[in-house]
């Protein structure tokens, strides 16, 4: 991006006129002028990701992203957002500035509170990381299913399969949800090791579809949760009062880490997500902060229209595979040869949108996935070297306990 490579080098350039002291013009001034590039940079970033005006035309504002909301494009797009500020943020918070400062207000406190944040994030990323992995199987019984169901003359055997690998993809998602959604602990497996739960089912369906499931096992504690990890991550973020300017960019990557993480679980199949909607605090007295509060607003809104209705998770390409495989599994139970041709027709369109479906997370989940690890890594850099910075600070003065 064109835009942050001059930001990145005119902060670059500041931090060697500091160095060599032959710069003519306020620090300070400077400073200030960098951090109003940053919350820009933010809010133009963020800006871009709010769905299309109502009138449904992506051109009646420059503002809008043409991907659909949660879905895996737009995720894609929020992670290269959510790396570009990251990028940037280390270079107004680290280039140019005195170490001694990390221990003075009110970044003594601030620091180690983004630094315990990003500690969660870096759960949440491996959360979703496997949650992406599940998407991806309910992807390879979809596909299982289209396959079948594509077949011409359309005869028995195919309605069967299809609906034997459309019933486990949308037990797993029931089961997912069930899980995502106890408080009581009643369940003792996660639905990522759903292979074990239909080990009946799996020594019946020759495909081996569900015995797919194992792979997706992971050691997690019983009591975490997504949702009180969100609510951890929230806790102690207010905004800096008007003076504390050296306060701010930690404020607004603290936030924007924190509405990631956010999106993240709400859309892709985590552990537990009761209480995910309860209230954090968004500014809404700056522009970046109205952008993330307009993305937040509807998300909100969809997970309120969705969560009573058993679905795992917002992914707009997740809930058009659930709605799509309902549809044939009710297919598949009155299926009757040979068939009428205006069924044939109907039961077309719907295995075409499911084929749609299967192909855009085909090209779009293990992208996905990739970010989602290359957030986790960046914030495991970006930690050390802010731990680095204290260590300085450390041997100056009093140890940090980071």
Known sequence: MTDQGSFLNRISIRRNQVASMESGNNPHDQELEDLEFFQKHVADRFSELLPA????????????????LLSISWFRKLLDSFILCEVEFKAVVLIGRDPSQFSKPPLDRLIPDLLDRSVKALDICNAVSHGVELVRH??????????????KPLGEGQVRRAKKALDTLLTSMVLDDKENNSSHGKISERSWSFGRRSGAAASSNKDRTAGSFRSLSWSVAKSWSAAKQIQAMSSNLAAPRGGETTALPVY????VLLFVMWA???????QERNGLTAHFPLPRQVTWGQALIGLHEKIAEEWKKKEKKGTSG????????????????????SFQFPMEEDKADEVAVQVA???DVCRKMEDGLVPLQQQVREVFHRI?????????VLDQVGKMSSPVPY
């Open 53 to 68: 005006s109502k009138s449904g035309d992506p051109t009646d504002s420059p503002a809008c992203d043409p991907s659909p």
């Open 138 to 151: 309910w992807q390879k019984l979809a596909q299982i299913a289209v396959t079948c169901l594509e077949q």
């Open 252 to 255: 607004i990557m603290s936030t």
């Open 264 to 270: 993240l679980v709400a859309a892709i199949p985590c």
């Open 314 to 333: 917002l992914l707009e390409e997740v809930q058009r595979m659930e709605r799509v495989a309902q549809t044939l599994v009710e297919f598949a139970d």
């Open 353 to 355: 949108e499911l084929a």
């Open 380 to 388: 495991v850099r970006s930690r050390a070297e802010v731990l680095d």
